[in-house]
């Protein structure tokens, strides 16, 4: 089974909002990353935050880990229609310093 | 510097046949990985490797076989394909640190077996 789940699975937002997608992971992790996709295309990484952290910044990217709840959540701040693509979150698994296990995803629209 | 390059970028197979995904990179990264993405769904991990002459299994690898010869090339073969493998394969590379760090990821190469 997915070690990451996303939600909500899809978000439609209107360019200068807010756009809020959280992922919930099931066993212990060494690190989260979360992942861009635009359509058709490969990911790209976005931001990486460790276990012992709790809120990473890159931009007007928001990362805040929670690893009580094992719960991630990413925020971009004032959206611009470019942002919009797939968003996954993956975890890299405290026995495995390699693999990483991927989400569904969080499909954003960012309607101009 | 190209970064990770897949050939081919698109194939058609009939039910049976066999061929390779070939994955390239040119930033000397040990580990190098294969996925495959189906509609609405995450990347699973099929096979991967933690360095030249190495491969482990992943997620999915029933189907598919791997191998890396060179430190730069990873080779995803299907011996005899199914309408099942009809999918989006990506490859990615990480680097030498031997802690999960970023991944960079190929372009995807879209298969449909018919």
């Known amino acids: 089974s997915q070690q990451g789940e996303e939600d909500p699975q899809a978000l439609s937002i209107q360019e200068g909002e807010n756009a809020t997608m959280n992922c919930s992971y099931k066993?212990?992790?060494?690190?989260l990353q979360w992942y861009r996709q635009n359509s058709g295309r490969g990911l790209v990484h976005l931001i990486l935050?460790?276990?012992?952290?709790r809120e990473k910044h890159s931009g007007r990217l928001r990362v805040t880990l929670d690893t009580s709840k094992k719960s991630s959540s990413l925020l971009i701040t004032a959206s611009r229609a470019a942002d919009t693509a797939s968003y996954f979150c993956?975890?890299?698994?405290?026995?495995?310093?390699?693999?990483?296990?991927f989400g569904s995803g969080t499909r954003l629209l960012v309607r101009p | 510097n190209a970064g990770v390059t897949q050939t081919p970028k698109f194939r058609v197979l009939k039910t049976g046949q066999s061929m390779t995904l070939l994955c390239a990179q040119d930033m000397n990264h040990e580990y190098m990985y294969w996925y495959r993405q189906d509609p609405g769904m995450g990347l699973r991990l099929i096979h991967y490797?933690?360095?030249?002459?190495?491969?482990a299994k992943g997620e999915v690898p029933d189907g598919y076989n791997v191998s890396r010869l060179k430190k730069q090339n990873f080779l995803l073969g299907l011996e005899s394909a199914a309408p099942s493998q009809t999918s989006v394969y990506f490859c990615a590379s990480s680097g030498t640190s031997g802690r999960a760090t970023e991944q960079f990821f190929g372009p995807g190469t879209r298969l449909t077996v018919l």
């Open positions: 490797s933690v360095g030249e002459g190495t491969t």
């Open positions: 066993t212990s992790i060494n690190n």
């Open positions: 993956a975890t890299a698994i405290s026995d495995s310093s390699y693999k990483l296990i």
């Open positions: 935050i460790r276990s012992n952290e």
